[in-house]
C-alpha cells in the first residue's frame, strides 16, 4: 500500500518559518499530482498548496509565502512568515492520476501534522 508520512511541524511564533515534509513509499514521480491541505478546529479543510508534474498552484492566502517542491521521494512545504491564521493541521495528498484544488480528488493522505503559531 502507498503510504505518506508528514514530519516538520511544530510551534512558531508569528513571523516564523517551517519546513514540512512528506515521506513517501514510492519514488514522488509515479504520482501525477501531490500537495498539502490544512484544517483548523472547528473550520472546513482546505487547500494550501498542489504540485502538477508541470505546475503548482497555492490558495491565495499563502502565496508568495508558501512553496512547494518535489524530490524523488519526498514532497516539501517551505513556509516563510507564518501568521496565527495558519495555525492547523496539514495533511500531505498524493494521486496518481487526478489534479484539482479539492480534497475528493486525492487517493493517497497522511495523517498530518500540527502547525501552531503563536502571535
Known amino acids: 500500500a502507498v503510504e505518506v508520512v508528514e514530519s516538520g511541524g511544530g510551534s512558531v511564533n508569528s513571523g516564523g518559518s517551517l519546513k514540512l515534509s512528506c515521506a513517501t513509499s514510492?519514488?514522488?514521480?509515479?504520482?501525477?499530482?501531490m500537495g498539502w491541505f490544512r484544517q483548523a478546529p472547528g473550520k472546513q479543510r482546505e487547500p494550501v498548496a498542489v504540485?502538477?508534474?508541470?505546475h503548482q498552484t497555492y490558495a491565495d492566502s499563502v502565496q508568495g509565502r508558501f512553496t512547494i517542491f518535489r524530490e524523488p521521494n519526498t514532497l516539501y512545504l517551505q513556509m516563510r512568515d507564518l501568521k496565527p491564521e495558519d495555525s492547523a493541521m496539514y495533511y500531505c495528498?498524493?494521486?496518481?492520476?487526478?489534479?484539482?484544488?479539492?480534497?475528493?480528488?486525492?487517493?493517497?493522505w497522511g495523517q498530518g501534522t500540527q502547525v501552531t503559531v503563536s502571535s
Open positions: 504540485s502538477r508534474i508541470d
Open positions: 495528498v498524493a494521486d496518481s492520476r487526478r489534479c484539482a484544488f479539492l480534497p475528493g480528488a486525492f487517493e493517497h
Open positions: 514510492i519514488p514522488t514521480d509515479n504520482f501525477f499530482c
